[in-house]
């Protein structure tokens, strides 16, 4: 049996309460730049997440196709982030990966605690709600479900949820898709640094090592949404990342200085580059900060797909072919393992500051 000591957000946003409790709110410095998340995302001014049609990327016409995959290779240099639109997983699938992911939350608290997972023993996979990792203790306003998605062999079938009963099989045909579509970005990525196109997908581990998790966001209404945010600020350590959400708005991005707040683009995945290319890029491609907020109106619910290299099998670091005497390595080489305590490590050394 598995015991958890954290209390799941969902019950406490379904309690009635009308002030959320202490741990939740966040520093006064993020504070000044959070608003009503849908007003935000109304804002038509300023900048804009860049939209990629991928319906081109691999047209027989040269002019075409290198117009599409120059578009991707903009996009990943300014922006980090991006909508892609004709990505080739059919909007009935991804209807019935979200209606799955959305089934399981819909269950009762205590049919979800059977799926539990246990950080401090490190079982990670599973049903949970974050613990404090910083030395001020805060906490984020959302439950999760995470588990391995990809490859095959290497998932943990028992801790899938078992209800709905479609949930293994769609999530699964999900993960295969989602797996040939992380090939066609790496191998464009990968021409636009000048390298072969099979380049940056052998350097993250290829079909046999590239780890693809997935955590399913679970952001109840907060009563006070000004006050908590559901992801604090980070960048993402993975290669890509690939998002679905519920066309609820609450993705920002830190952008030119500014928080800008994503627009929910219909049929739509959203993809961030990870730390682990913009590394291996040497900084061309950029992994940039991001946060969610939540609101007092609509339960939100992303299922966000992280593509990892493994922990200690391959080194992170600049690809020699991209670094010059005028643009050295930006950055030492680590593996993925010491890129993860690296950035918890200055965390921790941070938090203190920021109380």
Same mark, same amino acid.
């Given at each position: 049996m598995v015991t958890t000591m954290a209390t799941r957000v969902e019950s406490l946003s379904s309690s009635g309460i009308n002030s959320i409790p202490k741990e939740y709110v966040r520093p006064q410095e993020e504070l000044t730049s959070i608003g009503n998340v849908f007003e935000e995302e109304k804002k038509e001014e300023g900048p804009q997440v860049p939209t990629i049609d991928l319906k081109e990327v691999d047209s027989e016409d040269i002019v075409v196709r290198e117009k599409c995959r120059a578009d991707l290779v903009k996009a990943a240099k300014e922006w980090g982030?991006?909508?892609?639109?004709?990505?080739?997983?059919?909007?009935?699938?991804?209807?019935?990966?979200?209606?799955?992911?959305?089934?399981?939350?819909?269950?009762?608290?205590? %049919?979800?605690?059977?799926?539990?997972?246990? &950080?401090?023993? =490190?079982?990670?996979?599973?049903?949970? *709600?974050? @613990?404090?990792?910083?030395?001020?203790?805060?906490?984020?306003?959302?439950?999760?479900?995470?588990?391995?998605?990809?490859?095959?062999?290497?998932?943990?079938?028992?801790?899938?949820?078992?209800?709905?009963?479609?949930?293994? %099989?769609?999530?699964?045909?999900?993960?295969? &898709?989602?797996? =040939?579509?992380?090939?066609?970005?790496? *191998?464009? @990525?990968?021409?636009?640094?000048?390298?072969?196109e099979g380049r940056l997908e052998k350097e993250v581990g290829g079909l046999e090592e590239l780890l693809l998790q997935m955590k399913?966001?679970?952001?109840?209404?907060?009563?006070?949404?000004?006050?908590?945010?559901?992801?604090?600020?980070?960048?993402?350590?993975?290669?890509?990342?690939?998002?679905l959400h519920n066309m609820v708005p609450g993705l920002q991005l830190f952008y030119q200085g500014k928080w800008v707040t994503a627009k929910c683009v219909p049929n739509s995945i959203i993809m961030h580059i990870g730390d682990t290319i913009e590394i291996l890029s040497n900084g061309k491609y950029k992994s940039i900060l991001h946060r969610g907020l939540v609101n007092k109106e609509k339960v939100r619910i992303s299922w966000a797909v992280f593509c990892e290299p493994p922990r200690e099998k391959i080194i992170l670091k600049p690809l020699p072919e991209i670094v010059t005497e005028t643009e050295p390595a930006q950055y030492p080489p680590r593996t993925f393992a010491q890129h993860i305590e690296h950035k918890l490590f200055r965390k921790s050394q941070e938090a203190p500051l920021s109380k």
């Open positions: 982030v991006m909508h892609l639109v004709n990505h080739g997983i059919s909007d009935d699938l991804i209807d019935r990966v979200k209606k799955a992911g959305q089934a399981f939350f819909d269950l009762p608290i205590e %049919e979800k605690e059977r799926y539990a997972n246990d &950080q401090v023993s =490190g079982k990670i996979q599973g049903y949970g *709600s974050k @613990l404090a990792n910083n030395a001020s203790g805060q906490l984020e306003w959302e439950d999760y479900f995470f588990h391995l998605i990809f490859p095959e062999e290497k998932r943990d079938l028992s801790i899938w949820p078992k209800t709905p009963n479609d949930y293994i %099989e769609v999530t699964s045909e999900y993960a295969r &898709q989602l797996r =040939g579509l992380a090939t066609k970005i790496l *191998s464009v @990525l990968s021409i636009g640094l000048g390298l072969e399913i966001n679970y952001y109840p209404k907060c009563p006070q949404p000004d006050l908590a945010l559901g992801v604090e600020a980070h960048t993402d350590i993975s290669a890509l990342t690939f998002i």
